[in-house]
């Protein structure tokens, strides 16, 4: 895996000029207005704004959940605004796995079968995903919790299964949403721990916040208010 | 996503609110239930028609007078005693029938509108009634016009409740017969009680009774059955001759328009066209319940929908989620499918197992008797149906977009 990261070129994500409106007319919202960024292979990303300054969109549009209204977007070096509803999904099955603030995992559904529904959908054999989902499990350390049930599981324990979901397809782009919003400061520092621990294996990670105190542990924080990029700098630490 | 998935999360699907979808197999076991019930009552009804026909005989042909027809188009006796003796290839017997409804008597009891039918002695082969105990009338007691009486079984217990009728005297309209025969006991015909009646030597009916005009009707048994539309074309066109119809009455009636047979002074029926006609018509009934029932199929349908659809909205943030980790417009829309058909499957099976029970009783006294095919063909409709009321909601699931889906509570 490492030796695929490596080789890949520079920008994993190669965003210029995007724009994103939503709504017509007296309506209509100007959401981003042209935002251009590049993020490289193994980077550790914070993306930074107030509520309503567009990051949930730039998110949206990061995982391939939205297309946007104008602009590029290449990830892994594919055009995802020529791409049709089925090519979206399989490049969210393959290339993004994303951690949201609210968890998001399946109810009625063990930690386990949460972690291998990303490889369903990919096509997986069954034994090779039951594999691959008990070794996500154990990298989040909850392969002893892989029977249970999300409402089973303490706050902190469900978005560990959500990162073990993630991780699991061995997806180009972590792309996590307020991962730490829900939770308490204790599980928020395990969550946080087990982040900074990806990104020390070479992964590269999208988070999304308004908390400083997640947003120092990123290499590299973009500010963006109103709809566009205000600042954009490796973290103090790290340029020290 | 392989099959097996797309099944496995169906099957949490539905035992996610298992009362929901009890509810909702239940309208479809009704509706699946009532269809392969309804469809076994119709056949059942159809069978029973079928049996009384059949103990009609079908090897006999009933020939009878259109209307009051007098003078040489009248069929009287003299005519049956000529098509007996015609000699008819596919003919074994003719024979006459002079009928009447008359209070019988004996010094028990007495028993008001019995059939009284006036025959040869050839009347126990020819029809379906056969003598059990003692012995038809002969030849020669119709020839000297004998008061003797073969009686049904039931008159004969209603007439001489303790002991045998047998060689007892019984009164017709104060006319006194001995009993020499009673009848097997036979299936009812529907109109009248074929073991509630008297056969007596037509000679002396007709002189006591109903006078030496025309017959009620001729009975006439063919050799085999495949024989009877031969026999009865035999019949036709000796009966032409012997009543004089003209030839050209006679070749319209042959080429089969209605018209020109109800200027006949005759018709010929046999069991067979009765059959035909009773099978048409127990078609029609059994078409008719089915459609009553698929009614409440396409009920229960509904009723599949409108779950589908709340389990859709109650699961928009799930459908969110699976979309956002990768699943397709199909996989989505597979999942919901295979929901709504596993929920009709399942009515659909407990259907037919409620119907193969039920149609063990009896139902306003008949018997069901279950066709075979209801039953793939119920389960293959309501599964259908689950697919075809599924659609709409699955589609509505798969059609949602991610971020919108991932929004919702």
Redesign the interface.
């Given at each position: 895996m490492t030796i695929a990261e490596a080789s890949r070129p520079d920008g994993v994500l190669e965003l210029s000029d995007i724009h994103q409106l939503y709504g017509t007319g007296d309506a209509q919202v100007h959401a981003l207005r042209g935002i251009n960024l590049s993020v490289k292979a193994g980077e550790y990303l914070a993306i930074m704004g107030p509520s309503g300054s567009g990051k949930s969109t730039l998110m949206?549009l990061l995982?391939c959940?939205?297309v946007a209204s104008s602009g590029t977007y290449m990830l892994a070096g594919n055009d995802v605004n020529d791409m049709d509803?089925?090519e979206l999904?399989?490049v969210?099955?393959?290339e993004i796995g994303?951690i949201?603030q609210s968890f998001?995992?399946?109810?009625?559904?063990t930690a386990l079968q949460n972690t291998e529904?990303?490889l369903?959908?990919?096509?997986v054999k069954y034994a090779e995903r039951k594999r691959r989902a008990l070794e996500a499990l154990e990298l989040v350390n909850l392969s002893h919790r892989a029977d249970h049930r999300p409402q089973q599981l303490s706050g902190g324990q469900q978005q560990r299964v959500a990162i073990a979901?993630a991780l699991v397809t061995n997806p180009t782009l972590i792309l996590a949403d307020e991962p730490t919003g829900n939770l308490d400061s204790e599980s928020t520092h395990e969550i946080l721990a087990i982040l900074d621990q990806l990104a020390a294996e070479g992964r590269t990670i999208v988070i999304i916040t308004h908390e400083d105190n997640v947003a120092e542990r990123a290499h590299r924080v973009v500010s963006i208010s109103d709809g566009l990029i205000t600042s954009d700098h490796l973290n103090r630490e790290l340029a020290r | 996503?392989?099959v097996g998935?797309i099944l496995l999360s169906a099957i949490?699907g539905v035992t996610?609110n298992k009362l929901r979808s009890i509810l909702t197999m239940l309208g479809v076991l009704i509706g699946v239930g009532a269809v392969i019930l309804l469809m076994a009552v119709g056949n059942g009804s159809a069978q029973t028609v079928n049996n009384l026909i059949t103990s009609l005989g079908t090897n006999t042909l009933t020939i009878r007078a259109n209307g009051q027809v007098s003078g040489s188009s009248a069929i009287t006796l003299a005519v049956s005693d000529k098509l007996d003796k015609a000699g008819l290839g596919d003919v074994k017997s003719v024979v006459p029938e002079s009928t009447t409804s008359l209070t019988v008597s004996s010094t028990n009891a007495s028993e008001s509108s019995v059939s009284i039918i006036g025959s040869s002695a050839d009347y126990f082969k020819v029809s379906t009634a056969t003598v059990a105990s003692g012995a038809g009338f002969t030849s020669a007691d119709v020839t000297s016009a004998a008061k003797v009486a073969v009686i049904g079984s039931t008159l004969a217990t209603e007439l001489y409740p303790t002991g045998s009728a047998l060689g007892q005297s019984i009164s017709v309209d104060g006319t006194p017969f001995t009993v020499v025969g009673i009848l097997a006991t036979q299936s009812s015909t529907g109109f009248t009680d074929p073991n509630s009646v008297v056969v007596a030597p037509i000679t002396r009916v007709q002189r006591s009774f109903t006078g030496f005009g025309a017959l009620s009707s001729l009975l006439a048994s063919a050799k085999t059955t495949a024989g009877v539309p031969a026999a009865q074309g035999e019949l036709g066109v000796e009966l032409n001759q012997l009543l004089g119809v003209s030839p050209t009455t006679a070749a319209s009636a042959a080429s089969g328009s209605t018209t020109a047979t109800s200027s006949l002074p005759y018709t010929i029926t046999n069991a067979s066209t009765l059959l035909s006609t009773a099978q048409a018509s127990a078609t029609s009934f059994t078409v008719l319940l089915a459609a009553v029932a698929a009614i409440s199929l396409l009920v229960g349908g509904i009723g599949v929908t409108n779950v589908m659809l709340v389990t859709v909205t109650e699961r928009t943030?799930?459908i969110?989620?699976?979309?956002?980790?990768?699943?397709?417009?199909?996989?989505i829309l597979g999942q919901f499918l295979a929901e709504a058909a596993i929920l009709t499957l399942l009515g659909g099976i407990l259907g037919v197992i409620v119907a193969v029970f039920l149609s063990q009783f009896q139902i306003n006294g008949t018997m069901p008797v279950l066709i075979g095919y209801s039953i793939p063909l119920a389960l293959g409709v309501s599964v259908a149906i689950g697919v075809f009321f599924g659609v709409y909601p699955a589609g509505r699931a798969a059609a949602m977009?991610?971020?919108q889906a991932?929004r919702s509570i």
């Open positions: 949206n995982g959940l939205d509803e089925n999904a399989r969210r099955n393959r994303f949201f998001n995992l399946v109810p009625r559904m529904l990303p369903a959908y990919g096509g979901r | 996503m392989k998935d949490r996610a943030r799930e969110g989620i699976r979309k956002a980790l990768g699943a397709t417009r199909g996989a977009r991610p971020i991932l």
